[in-house]
Nanobody
Framework: QVRMVESGGDWVQPGGSLRLSCTVSGLAFGKYAMGWFRQSPGKEREGVSCISWSGSTTYYSDSVKGRFTISRDNAKNTVYLQLNSLKPEDTAMYYC????????????????????GGKGTLVTISS
């Protein structure tokens, strides 16, 4: 059984930083691309970032490019998302997912083509 546990969400002021973690069990973590997406009330689900199985290639949505950094540690079955220069519009529940297609395809056109099941971690940005 695949299990994903996200953590690291918190309330921070605009301009602040957070580091999210997602630890995965029950699958061959190092074989799959992994991604982060976010969901907030009244808004569509948004793909935020994706990283290839090896960690050599990363992708970002335009809304977070230059501010967020995705990374992974395959020895720890964990994917990370460093969030810097946070804005109120970054407020959302953040989830990690196993990505089925290539990262660029997932982010651009097949956002629902993923497997996820964690409870997410809440990021709140406000002053």
């Amino acid at each position: 059984q695949v299990r994903m546990v996200e953590s690291g969400g918190d309330w921070v002021q605009p301009g602040g930083s957070l580091r999210l973690s997602c630890t995965v069990s029950g699958l061959a973590f190092g074989k799959y691309a992994m991604g982060w997406f976010r969901q907030s009330p009244g808004k569509e689900r948004e793909g935020v970032s994706c990283i290839s199985w090896s960690g050599s290639t990363t992708y970002y949505s335009d809304s977070v490019k230059g501010r967020f950094t995705i990374s992974r540690d395959n020895a720890k079955n964990t994917v990370y998302l460093q969030l810097n220069s946070l804005k109120p519009e970054d407020t959302a529940m953040y989830y990690c997912a196993k990505i089925r297609p290539n990262c660029d395809i997932w982010l651009s056109s097949r956002l629902n083509d993923m497997d996820y099941g964690g409870k997410g971690t809440l990021v709140t940005i406000s002053s």
